[in-house]
C-alpha cells in the first residue's frame, strides 16, 4: 500500500512485491526494504532490481540462502541467463527476526547495508539506468519499501538537513525521509533516558521518525514526544497499567482532548521490542507499530517545520533513533 499518489513508500506490501522505481535508478537514490524473516520452511528470499516485471533482466539480484551454514548470492541476468555469481560467506539475518536492507545506488556500484551496517558492494555489470521494477520474494514478511530520489535543495531554502540515524546495535532502522545528501550514522554507547534530540528541517509530508526499543518487565507507561518549543505537538503514551495507547497535544501548558480508539488490542508487550514508524503527512500523522499502522493523528499545531524536536522517557530501553 502507498503512503500517497506517488510510489515512494509501501507499507506492508504483499510478497511476492514488484513496485515500479519512480523515475528509475539514478546516483544517490536509496531504496530501503524492511520486514521480518519467515520462521518457515522456505530458506532464502530475493530482492532484485530489474527491468520490467518478466523477470529476464535483473541488473542486481540480491539473494540471502539460509543454508550450507548462511550465505548471499549476488548475481545479474540478462535476456533470461544468470552471469557468474557473487558469494558472501555470511548471513546478517536470522529467521523470525527483523531487518532493514539499504541499497544506495552509486556511479559504479550497489552498495548494500544490512541492520545500519555495511555489508557488500556490488559492481554495475549493466547500466544502472534500465532499472525501473524492484521485486522481492522469498521467506519474508514486508513492513515497508521505500525510496528516496536525491535533489537538490533550492538556495533560498537553506539549510539543507539531512536524516540523522542513531543506533545502538545492529537493528532495524534506515531512512524513510528524503534526505538530500546521504545520512550520517552516530554511535552511542547507550540512549540516556529521558531521550532528547532534533529533527532536522523539523516535520513536512513524508517525514519519518523510526524508534525502536524494548519495553522494561516492570514497565507502566512511556511517551514520545514531538515537540515544537515549549509545546508538545503530539504526545504518544503507551499505559500498560490502562492497557492504553493515550495520545494528545499540550499547549501553553494545557493539554486537549485525549485519543484513544485503536483498531485493534494494545500493540505494545512488557518485556517485548518494538518499533514505531511515524509518518507526517498534509493532515495528520499516520503511526505504525511493528510494520502494522496503527492509527492516524490530526495535526493540532500547523506549523510543521516548528516542530523539531523528540523526547522520548519512561519505561523502555532505545536501541535506534531516526529523526
Known amino acids: 500500500m502507498a503512503f500517497s499518489g506517488a510510489p515512494t513508500a509501501y507499507l506492508n506490501p504483499p510478497v511476492p512485491f514488484s513496485g515500479t522505481i519512480e523515475g528509475g535508478l539514478q546516483d544517490g537514490l536509496q531504496i530501503t526494504v524492511s520486514g521480518t524473516i519467515l520462521n518457515s520452511s522456505g530458506t532464502r528470499f530475493s530482492v532484485d532490481f530489474q527491468t520490467g516485471f518478466s523477470g529476464n533482466d535483473i541488473a542486481f539480484h540480491f539473494n540471502p540462502r539460509f543454508e550450507e551454514g548462511g550465505y548471499v548470492v549476488c548475481n545479474t541476468k540478462l535476456n533470461g541467463s544468470w552471469g557468474p555469481e557473487e558469494r558472501k560467506r555470511e548471513l546478517p539475518f536470522q529467521k523470525g527476526m527483523p531487518f532493514h536492507l539499504c541499497f544506495l545506488v552509486q556511479s559504479s556500484d550497489f552498495k548494500v547495508m544490512v541492520n545500519g551496517n555495511v555489508f557488500v558492494q556490488y559492481f554495475h555489470r549493466v547500466p544502472f539506468h534500465r532499472v525501473d521494477t524492484l521485486c522481492v520474494n522469498g521467506s519474508v514478511l514486508l513492513s515497508s519499501v521505500s525510496f528516496q530520489h536525491p535533489g537538490v535543495r533550492p538556495a533560498n531554502l537553506a539549510p539543507i538537513t539531512q536524516t540523522v540515524i542513531h543506533t545502538v546495535q545492529s537493528v532495524p532502522g534506515q531512512m524513510f525521509s528524503n534526505p538530500v545528501i546521504p545520512p550520517m550514522m552516530y554511535p552511542h554507547p547507550a540512549y540516556p533516558m529521558p531521550f532528547i534530540t532534533t529533527i532536522p528541517g523539523g ?59 485503536l483498531p485493534r488490542k494494545m500493540p505494545f508487550t512488557r518485556g517485548q521490542s518494538f518499533s514505531v514508524w511515524i509518518l507526517c503527512e498534509g493532515h495528520c500523522l499516520r503511526v505504525a507499530v511493528d510494520g502494522q499502522h496503527l492509527f492516524e493523528y490530526c495535526h493540532r499545531l500547523g506549523n510543521l517545520p516548528a516542530i523539531n524536536r523528540l523526547e522520548v522517557g519512561g519505561d523502555i530501553q532505545l536501541t535506534h533513533v531516526q529523526t
Do not use: M
Not at 507507561?221 to 492504553?244: K, Q, T, V, Y
Open 203 to 261: 516535520l513536512y509530508p513524508s517525514k519519518s521518525i523510526i524508534l525502536s526499543g524494548t519495553v522494561l518487565p516492570s514497565a507502566q507507561r512511556f511517551h514520545i514526544n514531538l515537540c515544537s518549543g515549549n509545546h508538545i505537538a503530539f504526545h504518544l503514551n503507551p499505559r500498560f497499567d490502562e492497557n492504553a495507547v493515550v495520545r494528545n497535544t499540550q499547549i501553553n501548558n494545557s493539554w486537549g482532548s485525549e485519543e484513544r480508539s
